[in-house]
């Protein structure tokens, strides 16, 4: 029995009955109502619950029987004498409420129904022991499974709950909801917080994805003229913010032109016609506009590219070819990005939504307000009466107004998830689709909303999937101090092209570390809270669509903030040709202050590693690595590493100043270009600049590979200044130039983990079989390795030789096989038995004639073993594991194998088969350049090795030569041992869908030498 729960049930509707008996001057009265439902309890226990609630509730004085005498307040502050007779003349009205709570209650805490005479004494016990178990701290585990279907429910494991609110009405601190697999259409709005000690969790139950969704499906789909689909009686009530989703994703509003791509950030927009009178902040003039665009939205992004907005289709001129829409205010950023402005040859492009007659593309969706009809053209010619298509229809997935609740393992689709409590935490939660709306005359720069929106104080978002929307990602409030994202993947937003980006920043003391941030039409990530620290990311793929932003970018007051910007890969800013290609790795715009930037790596931008702009001041740059930071396209000369705009603003000229640069690396190129029109200035007259080098060839140990430790080169080694606090701990007489300490640590950003694209993965897949098949030496001994993980699984091991004589010519005559625990030999056979024929059968192992040298036998296998494989003479020979089955949870997750590989038939390979319904990630390693170091020490290792994966049908799948340094957390992750920086090893992470696949490992120039292929499955 739950007498904890169902005790809670009675206090808290007692607590809700006091609040409203002082309202109506009859609070009083809920004492003789307790008593007379409950009869034991005592004073001990009023005092427990006030403790417990924080809030006084009336007890008795009297002169020892209850009920005499006054009711009074227990605070004598605040007591209020109330006669007995006025008090008890509540108890009619309440009497058949409590005697239905505390039916509720016997009926929860013993799972039957109860009668009013079994309430009393149980009732009693019940209370009595719920109470001791709030003092106690005991939790509960209330399940909530969508597919259950019984009438009866009580949050039990056999009577699960069937929605998250019913959960949650029942949740108490301590308590644990688990949600079984399924779709649920409703906010998961917990009502009431845990504590720091004993938080409420949410956690998928770990039967199958959970999904919470802002969505509903649409069904009454009619085909209609030209692969349209009609459903009619549709209520798309979020004005803005409807959409139109199709197997998990948002699908395009009818647009004219075309997205021809499919690409978000290719605007695939028109350039407007730029003649006088053709023109102006209400209307533009393009002589393809179809007659038709009389309403819809127009989507504009202006010459200078810096910043999209929307604005309302007035009317439209046939004669003219003039579309006219809601004028642009005067104020930034409307004033910069109108019609006006010239810049790049042009005035802006333009493209326009929102007309039923413009639905003529795969995946257009239009909605008729007033007929409550909708139309849709579904992509790749899928029929949506299959299923799939599905509209949003509430604002939120996720409210969290209370404070101490833990949500983990659960996927959110469609709409924002909000956090307005304190002391949360958000673990491994997939957030997709989550903001997707028009900003339609919005009046401002980042309009749009965001996927998880951060108000509360003390939260923490970790481990998490955050990808695919028009706006922000996360964005973290002025006001949640202390806020932590921590080893997450956001990728895929600000769609719309305006100041939005994956993540913002502006709470004190936020904490932004470990993460992979990419994807955006503008800026990637923005940090400007008093005291926060911006580490350890990855931040990639800026300014697809916009320019003069940066993967950094921010903005200030010339006050500083103390924010510090360390340890981070900033990489990949290039914008459209349709822009000044003014692309950014760190931009500390107009009147930033007080950024401590440090071992950052900057590479492969447009327009300079480095930026500042009005009155930037007091922003320290130390140890950071610039490298192909932009080549100014009209004098194909490279832009300078440090550029300004200083303009004369309100008539006072503005002064980037007392900055200090040192101990920093670039490529060859100048170091500082300040100035604004034909104005230039010397920078280094009054900021800090010394100590700063430059390398005309990469001076890294390999930059193809990312490996940007240094070279052993004077120049740059020993070379630095000592910065206490930003140096400490360098090694050798002096600490390096840029980034990376020579015999220090190589730090790699970014989560230790990796999620592909794409809708939710519903299913599941595991490895089933593992083999080598690999030429075996006279007196060799073979050693292969296989791992399990998550619990212990049968595995049937099989040796071929002669089993393989159909395949290939030269086979082994009679392989041997041992297998081997922690050095400790646990079963061999020479030739296999007949009984193993059975177990052959089952996992669909190739049969091998009765009476073959072949060897086999069957293990249970929990964790790592070795096969090793020998026997007289010499040939090719397979070694197999095959999956036979086991714990639920285990699985085969990793295979090894050490050999000669040399040409054609003779190089090493390694097979693996995935079974199930869902894709696989996994991880390929063709080792040998590090095997002839220590501890390996094998001389006759391969030099350069190349990595191959092949399907079923032979056809190539990945390859690879050499490996990159991103992959060094997937190889600590998977508990991989460590391959040489920049060595000619290969490596290769992959996504395979279920089937058979095969890896070969060969040396690059074609030489036979030792190496080592390993297969790792990713959990």
Known sequence: MDFRRAAFFVWEEIRDAVAAGRRDGKGGAVFEMFQATAGLLSDGLYIACRALFAMPLPRCRSSGRWGDGVIVNPNPRESKAMPRKRACLAIDAIAARCREIVRRTVRHAVGRPATWRTVGARGALVLLAGVWGMVRGDSAEVHVDAAYTGAYTDG?????????????????????????????????????????????????????????????????????????????????????????????????????????????????????????????????????????????????????????????????????????????????????????????????????????????????????????????????????????????????????????????????????????????????????????????????????????????????????????????????????DDTVVENCIIRNFDKQGNHCSPIRSSGRRALITRNRISGSARDVSRCTGQGSEFSYNEVFDGLLANTDGGLFYVTGNSVPVDVELHHNWFHGAHSPDYTSNHSTGIYLDNDSAGYLV????????????????????????????????????????????????????????????????????????????????????????????????????????????????????????????????????????????????????????????????????????RLVNLSVRTALAEAQNLIVGFVTAGGSRDILLRAIGPGLEAFVEGFHPNPRLQLFREGTEVAVNDDWPAGLRSSMDDVGAFPLAPGSRDAAVLYTLHGACSAHVNGPGSGMVLVEAYDAGGDAGAELVNVSARNLSGRGNDVLIAGFVIEGDAPRTVLVRGVGPTLRQEPFEIGNAIGDTRVAVFDADGGKVAENDRWPATLLPLFKQLGAFPLLPGSDDAALRVVLAPGAYTAQVSSADGSVGEALVEIYVLP
Request: hydrophobic share 40%; glycine share 10%; proline share 7%.
């Open 156 to 480: 039990s494991a056999e009577f699960p709950f069937r929605t998250l609110a019913d959960a949650s009405a029942v949740l108490m601190p301590g308590d644990t909801c688990l949600i079984h697999a399924g779709t649920y259409r409703e906010v998961l709005s917990p009502p009431r917080s845990g504590t720091a000690g004993a938080p409420i969790r949410y956690q998928a139950a770990g039967d199958g994805l959970v999904v919470v969704t802002a969505t509903d499906p649409v069904e009454n789909w009619q085909p209609g003229a030209d692969g349209i689909y009609v459903a009619e009686g549709v209520e798309m009530p979020l004005g803005k913010a409807n959409m139109l989703h199709f197997r998990q994703a948002a699908q395009q509003l009818a647009r004219w032109p075309n997205d021809a791509d499919g690409d978000p950030y290719t605007y695939d927009a028109l350039k407007i016609r730029t003649e006088a009178g053709t023109y102006s902040d209400s209307y533009i003039t393009h002589d393809a506009i179809p007659d038709y665009w009389t309403s819809g939205v127009m989507f504009w992004l202006g010459a200078h590219s810096g910043c999209a907005v929307q604005r309302a289709v007035t009317g439209y001129d046939p004669a003219t070819h003039r579309l006219s829409f809601t004028p642009f205010p005067s104020y930034w950023p409307f004033g910069t990005h109108s019609p006006n402005r010239w810049e790049n040859g042009h005035r802006g492009i333009f493209y326009l939504m929102g007309r039923l007659e413009a639905l003529d593309a795969p995946g257009e969706w239009y909605y008729d307000e007033a007929a409550r009809r909708l139309h849709f053209m579904p992509p790749s010619g899928a029929d949506p009466r299959e299923g799939g298509a599905e509209i949003t229809v509430r604002n939120r997935t996720l409210n969290l107004a209370a404070d101490h609740i833990h949500i983990e393992g659960i996927a959110f689709y469609g709409a924002p998830l909000q956090i307005n409590g304190s002391d949360c935490v958000l673990s491994r939660l997939h957030v997709l689709e989550c903001v997707n709306q028009l900003i339609t005359d919005e009046d401002s720069a980042v309009a749009g909303g965001a996927a998880v929106l951060v108000y509360g104080k003390r939260n923490r978002i970790e481990h998490c999937l955050v990808e695919e929307g028009t706006a922000t990602g996360i964005n973290i409030g002025m006001n949640a």
């Open 598 to 765: 440090h071992h950052n790596v900057v590479w492969d931008v447009a327009w300079g590693g480095l930026h500042f702009n009005w009155d930037a001041i007091e922003n320290k740059i130390y140890n950071n690595t610039f490298w192909e930071v932009g080549i100014d396209p009209d004098t194909n000369e490279p832009w300078a590493l440090i550029l300004s705009w200083i303009p004369v603003l309100n008539g006072v000229p503005t002064d980037v100043r007392d900055n200090i640069i040192i101990n920093n690396l670039s490529d060859m190129r100048p170091w500082w270009d300040s100035g604004a029109g034909a104005m230039r200035e010397d920078e280094t007259l009054d900021n800090t600049f010394r100590n700063n080098r430059q390398a005309e060839q990469p001076p890294f140990e390999s930059y193809e590979s990312l490996f940007f430790s240094l070279r052993d080169d004077p120049r740059f080694v020993d070379a630095g200044e000592v910065i206490p606090g930003i140096t400490d701990g360098y090694k050798g007489a002096a600490p390096d130039i840029g980034a990376y300490e020579r015999g220090g640590d190589f730090w790699v950003p970014g989560p230790d983990w990796d999620a592909e694209r794409g809708p939710f993965v519903i299913g599941s897949s």
